[in-house]
């Protein structure tokens, strides 16, 4: 694409939005007004799940052919080479404009991509990472198993070198998207001799392998987004591997920032917005005279100005070249500790009408809120992790004692 001034590109942006996608209407929502949904995981039929996924490629794949796909990416990759500056000017502009969902990419595209570009060899970077910016390739992370999450280096899965090639074994928990994915990166134990975050090895596997099978979780709020995986000898090429042998920890940080990044920087949202929305309920409902809950609706609206200011300074961090550090895990606890106060919030203000759906409009529709928060509060790491990490690494109290096992 070579170089384009910001403006001149916003001006191309535009044009290909104005083109290619419908702006959106007066945003504002009128009570009784559309659908009332307020869910946080993804509570789909399979075949609105399919009917989605389908509509997201095709809009990413008309994303990319116009050079907007991967605008911060290197040009030898099938990027656009061009700054964060471009890249938030296209965000600015598509802010505006009414897109199919590209939330069944966010795994992909936010830890995968970024740690494929930073770890495997040449050949693989050609191979995967411009599919996977075009959508032709969805990403899944197999890093949780039933023995271990909050201490990941605790995992068993198990690679034993034959070769040229890898054997991999073991069982997989909570892959969000397994289902749909075409690859994963997968952290296994290659040394089970050496100290346990020393004898890790990652790889990008191949979903559709002999060996892999996929099951899916219910979860409490009625979909099922995520799921086991089982591996029985599936096969992976050592070109596949993504950093060196036994230095699977440090690949595996790399994904954990990013992830940390793209959870908590998508709390950089409106406080105003959903402020104003629980004061709207508060008032049908009969609940917006009580000063207890005024008091909370306001203390609220500030905690979540303070967490979006506290996210734009670790933004301009990121944005003046620094990786993102331990400021992601406040960015991170705090996004769902808000999230908590939200749901326990509006929990007191409908009372009942959260149990028990009587067809009111904007009342019941909260549950699927309620209930996703939990999940909410582990992934990506757990709030408690999260609060270790900020007292050790940020305010620089001593370490916890670990626990006598
Ligand atoms: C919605 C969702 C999506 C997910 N998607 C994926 C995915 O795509 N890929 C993937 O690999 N994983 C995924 N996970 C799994 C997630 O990463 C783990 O659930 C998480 O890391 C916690 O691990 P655990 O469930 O084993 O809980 P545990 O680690 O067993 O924790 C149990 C409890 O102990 C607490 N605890 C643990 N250690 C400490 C400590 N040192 N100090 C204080 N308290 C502690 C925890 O906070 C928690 O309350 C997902 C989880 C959720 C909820």
């Given at each position: 694409?070579?170089?384009?001034?910001?403006?001149?590109?916003?001006?191309?942006?535009?044009?290909?939005?104005?083109?290619?996608?419908?702006?959106?209407?007066?945003?504002?929502?009128?009570?009784?007004?559309?659908s009332d949904r307020v869910g946080l995981l993804d509570e789909k039929t399979a075949e609105e799940e399919r009917r989605e996924i389908e509509a997201g490629r095709a809009w990413r794949a008309t994303v990319f052919d116009a050079g907007f796909g991967w605008i911060t990416g290197p040009t030898e990759f099938g990027g656009?080479?061009?700054?964060?500056?471009?890249?938030?000017?296209?965000?600015?502009?598509?802010?505006?404009?009414?897109?199919?969902?590209?939330?069944?990419?966010?795994i992909g595209l936010g830890m995968v991509a970024p740690t494929i570009l930073a770890h495997a060899i040449e050949d693989v970077k050609q191979q995967y990472l411009q599919k996977?910016?075009?959508?032709?390739?969805?990403?899944?992370?197999?890093?949780?198993?039933?023995?271990?999450?909050?201490?990941?280096?605790?995992?068993?899965?198990?690679?034993?070198?034959d070769g040229d090639e890898w054997i991999l074994n073991?069982?997989?928990?909570?892959?969000?998207?397994?289902?749909?994915?075409?690859?994963?990166?997968?952290?296994?134990?290659?040394?089970?001799?050496?100290?346990?975050?020393?004898?890790?090895?990652?790889?990008?596997?191949?979903?559709?392998?002999?060996?892999?099978?996929?099951?899916?979780?219910?979860?409490?709020?009625?979909?099922?987004?995520?799921?086991?995986?089982?591996?029985?000898?599936?096969?992976?090429?050592?070109?596949?591997?993504?950093?060196?042998?036994?230095?699977?920890?440090?690949?595996?940080?790399?994904?954990?920032?990013?992830?940390?990044?793209?959870?908590?920087?998508?709390?950089?949202?409106?406080?105003?917005?959903?402020?104003s929305r629980l004061m709207e309920t508060a008032r049908r409902v009969g609940t917006a005279d009580d000063p207890?809950?005024?008091?909370?609706?306001?203390?609220?609206?500030?905690?979540?100005?303070?967490?979006?200011?506290?996210n734009l300074r670790a933004m301009a961090k990121i944005k003046a070249g620094q990786l993102p550090g331990p400021e992601m895990s406040i960015a991170k606890l705090s996004l769902t500790q808000n999230m908590t106060r939200t749901a326990d919030l509006i929990a007191d203000i409908l009372g009942p009408r959260i149990t028990a759906d009587t067809g009111e409009w904007g009342t019941f529709a909260w549950a699927e809120f309620v209930l996703?928060?939990?999940?909410?509060?582990?992934?990506?790491?757990?709030?408690?992790?999260?609060?270790?990490?900020v007292g050790e690494r940020v305010l620089g109290l001593p370490k916890e004692p670990a626990p006598v096992r």
């Open positions: 694409m070579g170089e384009i001034a910001v403006d001149d590109f916003r001006a191309e942006v535009r044009a290909f939005f104005d083109a290619n996608a419908a702006r959106k209407g007066e945003e504002r929502r009128d009570w009784g007004q559309g656009g080479g061009l700054t964060a500056a471009h890249q938030r000017a296209f965000g600015e502009v598509a802010s505006e404009y009414r897109t199919p969902s590209e939330a069944p990419f966010g996977m910016w075009r959508a032709d390739l969805i990403g899944c992370q197999l890093f949780s198993e039933p023995v271990a999450g909050s201490d990941l280096a605790g995992i068993q899965t198990s690679a034993v070198r073991g069982q997989k928990v909570w892959t969000s998207g397994a289902h749909y994915s075409d690859i994963g990166e997968i952290i296994t134990r290659s040394s089970p001799d050496k100290p346990k975050h020393k004898g890790l090895t990652m790889f990008l596997i191949d979903m559709h392998a002999p060996g892999i099978e996929v099951r899916p979780l219910r979860q409490m709020t009625g979909g099922a987004s995520f799921n086991e995986v089982f591996l029985t000898d599936v096969r992976v090429h050592d070109s596949h591997r993504l950093g060196d042998v036994d230095e699977g920890w440090t690949v595996a940080l790399t994904t954990l920032m990013n992830e940390r990044a793209s959870i908590g920087g998508g709390g950089v949202g409106s406080a105003s917005t959903g402020a207890i809950i005024r008091q909370r609706i306001v203390d609220l609206y500030v905690r979540t100005n303070v967490a979006r200011y506290n996703g928060v939990p999940g909410m509060r582990i992934a990506g790491g757990t709030d408690e992790v999260m609060r270790n990490i």
